[in-house]
């Protein structure tokens, strides 16, 4: 079992629908998650960052968490064509002062115009 | 604002040669990550130096050596390469301290023939 999973997809949803991508993690001392978009060929760009659970937002991405259930999800509202791209989840591994990101396998996006 | 700087962007080698990627960080991060990203799969972390130190330690093949510089640049050095090699090779920068988030460059594409 990979320590970060994630449905690889594709998901696909209509322009303007809300993306809903999914995370799971097995280390429940985890204390810092993060959602990377990367498109072909590019670098992972990071979106967002969480800590504490809840939700935060940013524009037009929410990310939440819930600790106890080890798990972390990404929503993006109003879904564009420039959206479509592979998400991926990753969990911060370490306890000095650095720490090595484990990622999931990414979830492809599709967003259909 | 000042990314993550990678060269080469792209690198074509033999079996058994050598090759140096080189990684200067945003200006003010002290920590240096690398990973390596194969062919349809997620990044996997290989290494990272906080304050010019080692810091942690993936799944980094033996012929594989890297450092951090006074200048807080990194280089990974890679030798006797491999066709296995031919990946994504990435470097990201934060700053120092648990749960910084990890700025990614644009990556070096390794090609082995």
């Known amino acids: 079992q990979k320590e970060v999973e994630q449905n690889s997809g594709p998901l696909s949803v209509p322009e303007g629908a809300i993306a809903s991508l999914n995370c799971t993690y097995s280390?429940?001392?985890?204390?810092?998650f993060f959602w990377y978009r990367q498109y072909s060929g590019k670098s992972p760009e990071l979106i967002m960052s969480?800590?504490?659970?809840g939700d935060k937002e940013d524009g037009r991405f929410t990310a939440q968490l819930n600790k106890a259930s080890q798990y972390v999800s990404l929503l993006i509202r109003d879904s564009q064509p420039s959206d479509s791209a592979t998400y991926l989840c990753a969990v911060l591994f370490g306890s000095s002062n650095t720490g090595k990101l484990i990622f999931g396998q990414g979830t492809t996006l599709q967003v259909k115009p | 604002a000042a990314g993550v700087i990678q060269s080469p962007r792209h690198l074509i080698k033999e079996k058994r040669e050598t090759a140096t990627l080189k990684c200067y960080p945003i200006p003010r991060h002290d920590t240096v990550y690398w990973y390596q990203q194969g062919p349809g799969q997620d990044p996997q972390f290989l290494i990272s130096?906080?304050?010019?130190?080692?810091?942690d330690k993936g799944s980094i093949p033996d012929r594989f050596s890297a450092q951090q510089f006074s200048d807080y640049h990194s280089e990974l050095n890679m030798s006797s390469l491999e066709l296995g090699d031919s990946a994504l090779y990435f470097c990201a920068s934060s700053l120092g301290g648990l749960n910084q988030p990890q700025h990614f460059g644009d990556g070096t594409r390794l090609s082995i023939l």
């Open positions: 130096f906080y304050e010019k130190m080692q810091s």
């Open positions: 969480i800590y504490s659970n």
């Open positions: 280390d429940r001392g985890s204390q810092s």
